[in-house]
Every structure is written in structure tokens, then in C-alpha cells.
């Protein structure tokens, strides 16, 4: 596959008589939950058509040198990988109770371009690509660090950043398996990870030891989202939330539970009422048609969580928003009415008469779900 998609490069190459100027991509700001922006750069579409043709030649062999712990923008790989990763590592059996929390600040934007240059048939165009710079507000602006967020060829560079495992002296047998007299496990997500470690004092040298390997490559632990906790009070990853809950019908006292992040689901709501919002004077099939993929995008992510109580408080959330909506939408009909006109019986959600307009729109709160 590899020297296929070569020998396509090749031959676009020497159509264009190579070696090809990369143009400047556009950048446009995207808005962040915390209420920032993401910059976002857009290569142009020769640029992207190219970018395509060198990842599919690099990935594989780059992903045989990658960490088994680093989950992020690869083939194969999701954040329910990572999360169940997490749930074996963080089992209330284990020794190890202290977890670092932490995030590369602005990873993409700070990375140094010398080490994502390495010994490669396209580091040449990789090197262009880097240092095309971007046009903002119609001016033209150089780049002298980071990767361009936006780039076909972008989450790929971004995860050339492996290693971490062995700046945390996390070493393996030769199957491939963690040995036992490793004190620390790493979970990574793109620039959010993870270290599960024996003691708060091991937790904090794994800081020291992480931010030795960062600086080495132009970047740092953001100070905001780096913190040192107990399993006991819980962390947030990649949109859930892992703690230990006391039980009294456990063996240890405790059981591991990953639920939703309550700022997830906080942002969920927001976006739930922002919806109905710009639902005002719609119509009753054009508001199922915009709020069913919401509603089961979000709930297909966590159903493999500990959410059935998240799941039944938002299904009662947009039941009161549907009967406001509905008051809204026939100020002038009788509450019998509107109870006739828009709810009834479903074989898909028994037990309840409540299903919008003849059983069409999806129900959260019946999402199969279970621990992972």
C-alpha cells in the first residue's frame, strides 16, 4: 500500500514538475467551549489533494513506531478506546489511586517544526507545508512553529510526537506488555493524557519528567488544565468523567464509575436550548428532523457510560422544553388538544404515553447503555 500510494506521488510529482510551492492556508477562528477560539487553518485544495497522498504513504509506517497508548486521529482507534483503556488502568484493584491530569498548551500551534521534519521520502514538502504560513483578515502572515489544524496531513504529524512512554521509564517485554514493576500508565489522546501512578510523589515526578520531554520540543503543560488528584475525587477525560465511589458491596469499598462529564452535559443543555430557540414558529416535523441527530449523536458517545440517570434527567428536560414549544407554537388551543395532536403511544418506548408526534422523535432516556 505504502510504495503504491508512493509511486502516485511520483507520478503527480513529475506531472507538475515538482518540487511543488505550497500555497498559504486560510485561517479561520472556530469558538471553544471556555468562550476562546481555535484557529483553524485551511490548506487549499491542491495542497489537501497532496496532504492526502502523503499521509496514506506515511501512516503505516509511522503507526508501527507509534505508542499502543496514543488513541488519538488514528485508523482503527477512538476515544472509547482510550476510555477503555483508562477503565482497566484506573480498577479499584490496582495499586495504583493518583492520576496526572494534563494538557499540552496549544499544541498544534507551538510544536517545533524541526521535530516533525524527520528521515522521510516528503520531508521536504512536509517542511513547505509547515512554513507556508496563513492569511487572515487579508493579510499574509509567516509561521515559524506549530501545524496548521485544519491540514489533511496535520493529526498525523501531531501524533509523531510519541515517546512519552519512555520519558515516564515505562517499558515493555517483548510481547508488547507493560511490566510489573512499572509504576506508571499513560493514556494519551491527542495533546490530553493521562498518567495512572503508585503515589501523589510518583505523579509529580511524572510531571517533572513530561515537562523535560516537552520543552525538548518546544512546548509545556498548560498550567490551567494540569492538576494531581486521587482517584477518590474523580477527573475529567475526554468529555467523562472517572471516579471512585464508595460501596459497601465491593471487596476493596470502592467501584469505578465513568459517567458523563457534568460540563458535557452542561453544554448539552446550552445547545439543546439554543436549538429549541431557533425552533420558534418551526413546524413540528422540521423540529424532529433538526433535534434526532443531536439527540442521538450525543447518546450514542456515552451510552457505553454510566449514564442512565444523565440520560432519563435530559430526556425529562426536552419533554418540558417539547410542552413549551408547544404552548408557544397554539397560544389559542386547549391543553387536551395539544395532547392529542402531539402525543401517543410507541411499541419502540413502552410504558409511556409520551412519544412527540405519533412516536417519530427519538428518546434519550431509552438508549441502551451499561459500564464499559
Known amino acids: 500500500m505504502r510504495r503504491e500510494c508512493w509511486g502516485i506521488w511520483e507520478s503527480v510529482a513529475s506531472k507538475y514538475r515538482f518540487p511543488w510551492q505550497p500555497l498559504a492556508a486560510r485561517r479561520v477562528q472556530i469558538a471553544k467551549r471556555n468562550g476562546k ?28 513506531q507509534f505508542e499502543s497508548t496514543s488513541y488519538g486521529f488514528r485508523p482503527g482507534r477512538s476515544v472509547h478506546d482510550a476510555i477503555a483503556r483508562l477503565y482497566v488502568s484506573a480498577n479499584v484493584n490496582n495499586r ?3 492520576v496526572l491530569e494534563a494538557d499540552i498548551a496549544g499544541c498544534f500551534d ?29 493579510a499574509f502572515h509567516p509561521t515559524q512553529a506549530g501545524t496548521p ?25 517483548a510481547q508488547g506488555c507493560v511490566k510489573k514493576t512499572v509504576k506508571r500508565v499513560l493514556v494519551r489522546y491527542a495533546d490530553d493524557f493521562v ?15 513530561l ?48 459517567k458523563p462529564a457534568k460540563q458535557s452535559v452542561a ?18 416535523q422540521c423540529a424532529i428532523k433538526v433535534l434526532n441527530p ?14 442512565s440517570e444523565v440520560f432519563h434527567h435530559l430526556e425529562h428536560y426536552v419533554f418540558w422544553k417539547l410542552r413549551r414549544w408547544i404552548s408557544k407554537t397554539h397560544p389559542n388551543k386547549s391543553c387536551g388538544w395539544r395532547e392529542r395532536r402531539y402525543w401517543a403511544h410507541h411499541p419502540a418506548y413502552p410504558g409511556s404515553q409520551w412519544s412527540f408526534v405519533d412516536k417519530v422523535l427519538y428518546r434519550i432516556g431509552y438508549t441502551r447503555n451499561g459500564t464499559p
Open 37 to 64: 477560539y481555535r484557529p483553524l487553518g485551511i490548506p487549499s485544495i491542491i495542497d489537501r489533494c497532496l496532504q492526502a497522498i502523503v499521509k496514506a504513504a506515511l501512516e503505516p509506517c509511522w503507526e508501527a
Open 96 to 98: 495504583q489511586k493518583w
Open 110 to 138: 507551538t510544536i517545533d517544526h524541526h521535530v516533525l521534519q524527520h528521515g522521510h521520502p516528503a520531508q521536504g514538502l512536509i517542511a513547505q507545508w509547515l512554513a507556508a504560513g496563513y492569511v487572515e483578515n487579508a
Open 149 to 173: 489544524q485544519g491540514g489533511i496531513v496535520s493529526p498525523l504529524l501531531a501524533n509523531v510526537l510519541h515517546g512519552m512512554e519512555t520519558a515516564l521509564g515505562i517499558t515493555r517485554s
Open 195 to 209: 498518567v495512572v501512578c503508585d503515589s501523589k510523589a510518583e505523579a509529580e515526578q511524572a510531571q517533572v519528567d
Open 211 to 258: 515537562q523535560r520531554f516537552l520543552k525538548l520540543r518546544g512546548l509545556e503543560l498548560s498550567e490551567k488544565k494540569t492538576r494531581i488528584v486521587h482517584l477518590s475525587e474523580g477527573f475529567d477525560f475526554v468529555g467523562f468523567n472517572v471516579q471512585h465511589y464508595p460501596s459497601q458491596n465491593t471487596r476493596t469499598g470502592w467501584k469505578l464509575l465513568i
Open 267 to 284: 453544554t448539552f443543555r446550552e445547545k439543546l436550548r439554543a436549538t429549541f430557540k431557533r425552533l420558534h414558529r418551526s413546524n413540528a
Open 294 to 307: 443531536i439527540r442521538r449523536g450525543w447518546a450514542n458517545y456515552y451510552r457505553n457510560a454510566v449514564s
